[in-house]
């Protein structure tokens, strides 16, 4: 007698000699089929318009709305486990290049119908165009870019202009720089921490004192220390990491912060004209330093639950529950520029249009501040110096330039600080 499993049924491991056991096949998933964008009126390529949000063609006008829901802050978010991670949909969902810069080694896709292309985090023309090997995890929510390319020339130049530490001509010889608007990866963490700790906390209290030399009482504050322990709560909601190297983190970071409202479903038609990074900050690497932000606020939560601006010999437990991500796509403006013989990273918030970057610094000008800045303290104390030995008399320009040569040190070191950040970002 010929026997075949019902339909749906498998051939599975048995764990009993001459023992054949069938289970449920596991279903198979259906992935999206690749997507082309096409103008149904006259065949030319189209692509996202930020301005009428939706897909469209410059050659004849056409516009055709994108079929995407605003989910905001309730996108749904992913646990950390290995099903979780097997079930994700992988690759972008639409006909996509991948351009490789041989100069800094970023890999950022690109339409399938862009030709060539500068490298936007390096400027460099040293690129090749391949098939995309991209097999990452995809995206399942982002937010559409909302300011326009052609703005961002004119949002480039007022922040290039604005600093006393920069070239004069910075502004207009790197505000013709072209932008390039990338879909960059982002991470966003949530989780529950509750944290106890421990601590010696201190509190004060006045106590009277005779002071033997003046013959005459007087008050001090004492600190009496106690040790004490606690617990906090802490819910984090939407903590953003960064997903990718090539762009620098810090400035990044400079652009938030993000309105996660706008969070929209993923739909490939955003992405149709516009280029985008995939993420190379796995999402366990992602997830330690979130984790470590996240100890950060617990230990400034646990700080505030004691009480007290005095602690010592402080101690905390966190642990974590209700941990959950996204993968998610936000919009970002990027341009490397060219001043001397330095290449310099700017980017823009897409959505926002706020502005973070690098700019070189005109040392000579901070040098000129800095002496304009000690010229003041030296000079008094040089003509105390004399009037001391002539007769007692330059006590007191000695002191008022000796106070004006500390503070303006104090002054100079901190806009030496400022120069060496502005250099950086």
Request: proline share 5%; hydrophobic share 40%; net charge neutral.
């Amino acid at each position: 007698m010929n026997w075949s499993p019902p339909v749906g049924y498998q051939q599975v491991e048995s764990k009993l000699d001459g023992v054949t056991v069938y289970a449920p096949a596991p279903e198979e998933e259906k992935i999206p089929e690749a997507q082309t964008f096409k103008c149904p009126q006259c065949g030319a390529t189209t692509e996202y318009d930020p301005g009428a949000s939706s897909e469209a063609c410059k050659h004849c006008g056409y516009s055709s709305a994108i079929q995407a829901q605003v989910v905001g802050q309730h996108a749904e978010e992913s646990e950390f486990t290995m099903t979780t991670m097997q079930k994700e949909i992988r690759g972008w969902g639409d006909e996509r290049k991948e351009l490789h810069c041989e100069a800094c080694g970023a890999d950022i896709s690109i339409a399938a119908k862009e030709l060539s292309a500068t490298c936007p985090f390096c400027a460099s023309n040293r690129v090749t165009v391949r098939t995309t090997s991209n097999d990452g995890l995809r995206p399942k929510f982002l937010i559409p870019f909302k300011i326009e390319t052609n703005a961002c020339g004119k949002l480039a130049k007022e922040w290039l202009g604005k600093g006393w530490m920069h070239p004069s001509d910075l502004a207009s010889s790197a505000g013709s720089t072209k932008f390039v608007g990338v879909y960059m990866p982002f991470w966003t963490f949530d989780a529950r921490i509750g944290a106890a700790w421990e601590a010696e906390v201190g509190y004060e209290r006045q106590e009277s004192y005779y002071d033997s030399s003046a013959k005459a009482w007087r008050t001090r504050t004492v600190i009496d220390w106690k040790w004490e322990n606690g617990s906090v709560n802490v819910p984090i909601n939407d903590m953003l990491g960064v997903g990718a190297t090539k762009a620098s983190a810090v400035i990044q970071e400079k652009l938030y912060p993000f309105n996660l409202n706008d969070l929209t479903t993923y739909n490939p038609s955003f992405l149709a004209g516009w280029q985008a990074q995939s993420y190379d900050i796995p999402l366990p690497t992602a997830w330690d330093a979130a984790k470590g932000r996240m100890r950060e606020q617990a230990k400034r939560a646990c700080y505030s639950d004691t009480g007290s601006s005095h602690v010592r010999s402080f101690s905390m437990k966190a642990d974590f529950a209700d941990e959950s991500w996204r993968y998610i796509l936000l919009p970002v403006f990027i341009a490397a520029y060219r001043f001397g013989d330095k290449t310099f990273q700017i980017m823009i918030n897409g959505q926002s249009g706020s502005v973070a970057g690098q700019k070189p610094v005109a040392w000579w000008k901070v040098w000129l501040a800095v002496i304009a800045i000690m010229t003041p303290g030296s000079c008094i104390s040089l003509i105390g110096i004399p009037l001391l030995f002539a007769g007692g008399v330059g006590l007191v320009p000695l002191i008022i330039g000796g106070i004006l040569f500390v503070g303006g040190a104090v002054f100079s070191a901190y806009l030496f600080n400022q120069a060496f950040k502005a250099g950086e970002v």
